[in-house]
């Protein structure tokens, strides 16, 4: 099958979130697979663009009501991710620091839709199957039903993989103008509260909606955003898909960004002397237990909960433990995390920003990673830090609970119910019993070396969802 996969990130591209560690892993796996997998996104301004030779293989202009964009499809040349990439250059909208946060997003991912059409129409063949991911996306599935001058995909399967329902892409009919030409018969198909609302067209207009994970599937038919009624409509047509990860990027053994490289038949000095370098690094104690946390400081991920959670923690533990955050999002939470600095110097630091290589050596040196979050469609941190012998601490919540199961089950982590700072502090509290157990705890530690996250079965299951569409042609 020739698939196509519209996203606006793909690692080690651009990055953001898991939704660029997706889609730079399942096209390379469904590509291993034997089919034809082509990667559509922004040409950004970053390293990988700048370092990596490109060829132009289409080029044209797209008008954006009055707007004027020249565009260029450049292919990379020797398919270094394992598929065909292809990047649609706009300078004037994409050639920026950032993927996302500027005032005219929404012009911005229009022209790459747009974009990304004019040159699949323009092709001799017509693809099997176009897989969008995210609202960035959203409008491709409307566009090949209705828009005239991408008739010839009218009978093209679109699918939408939702890696976050929470971000929805709205914006006023003031701009519908922008939207190559269609019957306007089809207007409230666009319309969602009021507003066009990309997600919502692409969950109306695609032949299949997957979420990646099957308890986020039933979670947004009663936390959506707003979509809850429109998601128990198109049910009939949707699966819960877990994602995986790139176990070759993702490899304890073979890693290189780790100070030691180890397997499960030696992990505890591996892990130590990894831990070691990490504590000496934020002026730990590398012989405490290290609880971690790696991601967004924002709500949807806890990151609020975090300073007085770990204030406490570290009080109600005296000098008996250390945290360390990776991460950064809302100002306020950075500023409070970095307040706690000086009252638990020696048991507390912080690093606000991103570093991958940091985040690597923190999953293999840590001994328990904090995941508090309200809202996580699938997760990845915690399948990392499975495969790392890093014993994930998560809220029983989408993707966390088809992937942790708490060790007083016989399960592979520690687990609670509620996005508070009181269950967080309770399993912090019986992480540090645990620690004390040196039998136990290496013994959930292999279970959770020994889970099984690879992308091989999570790709057949995207094979299985595009075959089914493209049989209702």
């Known amino acids: 099958m020739e698939i196509f996969h519209i996203s606006a990130e793909c690692y080690p591209v651009a990055k953001v979130g898991g939704l660029a560690d997706v889609v730079g892993a399942l096209p390379k796996y469904q590509n291993n697979a034997g089919h034809l997998i082509r990667v559509v996104m922004p040409c950004y301004n970053t390293k990988f663009i700048k370092e990596n030779k490109f060829e132009c293989i289409y080029s044209n202009t797209i008008t954006l009501g009055s707007f004027n964009f020249p565009f260029n499809i450049l292919k990379e040349k020797i398919d270094k991710l394992g598929f065909e990439l292809y990047l649609v250059e706009i300078p004037e909208l994409f050639d920026r620091k950032d993927v996302y946060g500027y005032e005219d997003d929404i012009e911005r991912f229009l022209s790459f839709q747009i974009a990304t059409l004019d040159w699949i129409g323009s092709r001799n063949e017509v693809p099997d199957v176009i897989n969008c991911h995210d609202h960035h996306s959203g409008l491709i599935p409307f566009m090949m039903l209705y828009c005239y001058k991408y008739e010839k995909l009218r009978n093209t399967p679109s699918m939408i993989t939702i890696h976050n329902g929470l971000y929805q892409g709205q914006f006023g009919f003031d701009k519908l103008y922008y939207l190559p030409e269609f019957d306007l018969v089809h207007v409230k198909v666009l319309e969602w509260d009021n507003c066009i609302n990309s997600l919502a067209v692409a969950i109306k207009c695609a032949w299949a909606v997957t979420t990646v994970s099957p308890n986020y599937l039933n979670e947004i038919n009663y936390s959506a955003n707003g979509l809850e009624s429109l998601f128990n409509l198109v049910r009939y047509k949707s699966k819960g898909i877990l994602n995986g990860i790139d176990i070759e990027v993702w490899d ?222």
């Open 252 to 473: 304890p053994a073979k890693d290189a960004m780790l100070s030691t490289n180890y397997s499960i038949k030696n992990f505890e000095k591996g892990k130590q002397e990894n831990k070691e370098k990490l504590c000496n690094l934020f002026n730990l104690d590398p012989t405490k237990p290290l609880f971690s946390f790696i991601g967004r400081l924002l709500e949807e991920k806890g990151g609020d909960l975090l300073p007085h959670a770990s204030a406490l923690a570290l009080s109600e533990n005296f000098q008996q433990i250390n945290i360390l955050i990776l991460g950064s999002g809302n100002t306020a939470i950075e500023n409070q995390l970095n307040d706690l600095l000086s009252d638990y110097k020696g048991n507390y630091n912080t690093f606000i920003g991103y570093n991958e290589e940091l985040a690597h050596l923190i999953y293999a040196g840590s001994d328990f990673l904090l995941m508090p979050s309200r809202v996580e469609p699938c997760g990845l941190n915690q399948m990392y830090s499975l495969r790392y012998g890093t014993i994930p601490i998560v809220r029983r919540t989408g993707g966390l609970r088809d992937t942790v199961i708490d060790f007083g089950d016989d399960g592979n982590g520690i687990c609670h119910d509620q996005a508070t700072v009181g269950d967080i502090c309770y399993s912090i509290q019986r992480a540090v019993n645990l620690y004390k157990d040196k039998e136990h705890l290496n013994k959930i530690i292999k279970i959770g070396m020994n889970t099984d996250h690879s992308w091989e079965r999570v790709c057949q299951e995207y094979i299985e969802m595009y075959k089914l569409i493209s049989n209702k042609k």
